[in-house]
């Protein structure tokens, strides 16, 4: 009777090992199950939203290149050659009178002293008037509208004789006030303008070339 009941103490204590061992095992694979579908919705989170980061950078590229093309013609105000290279320029200023090229300041208009005033004056003739005011035009226009405006005026080398200007900076100052006050009048803002005498400053090849009043349009 012992002996039975001995060896029905020892089946029920291994029937209890097998089924702790049985337990413990099923827990171990649904921690193991747990961790790896966890770990997969981390990277499915992460992938998503590399993706959404992806979508978002094509979107600002496409709207930059739209922007850049959508661009209005009129706008584009600084060309290449205003940042410096020189060389002539046409079709902007349609006057035989007006020499239009590039500076490393930005556009300068050029027009003939000897188009613009008498021998030493500064009061502006009647017939220049008509120039000045496709200059004006062009000033106000909306490739130009927002840079300021700067008028040199320059003389030959003689020296002053005949009129009340003690100076060539004297009276090429005048003039390129003359000119300022004209283009103010035509609708250009004074705040935009500025007037210089540069005398004899930068001479050219030649006395009447030498004459003259630059006007640039400061690209700066």
Known sequence: MEGMWKRALTMGILASTLALGLGTGGCQNNKQAEAEATEANELRTKNAQLEQSLRERDATIAELQRSQTAQPQQMQVAPADMAGGGGARSG?????????????????????????????????????????????????????????????????????????????????????????????????????????????????????????????????
């Open 92 to 220: 902007d200023f349609s006057d035989p009178d007006i020499r239009h090229d590039s500076t490393s300041e930005g556009e300068r208009l050029t027009v003939a002293g000897d188009v613009l005033f008498g021998s030493g004056s500064a009061d502006l003739k009647a017939t220049s008037k008509k120039t000045l005011d496709k200059v004006a035009a062009e000033l106000k226009s909306n490739r130009y509208a927002r840079f300021s405006v700067r008028v040199d005026g320059y003389t030959d080398s003689d020296p002053i004789r005949k009129s009340k200007w003690g100076s060539n900076e004297a009276l090429s100052e005048a003039r390129a006030r003359s000119v300022e006050k004209y283009l103010e009048s035509k609708g250009v803002s004074s705040s935009r303008l500025s007037a210089y005498g540069r005398g004899a400053q930068n001479l050219k090849k030649s006395k009447a070339e030498s004459r003259r009043v630059e006007i640039i349009i400061l690209s700066r």
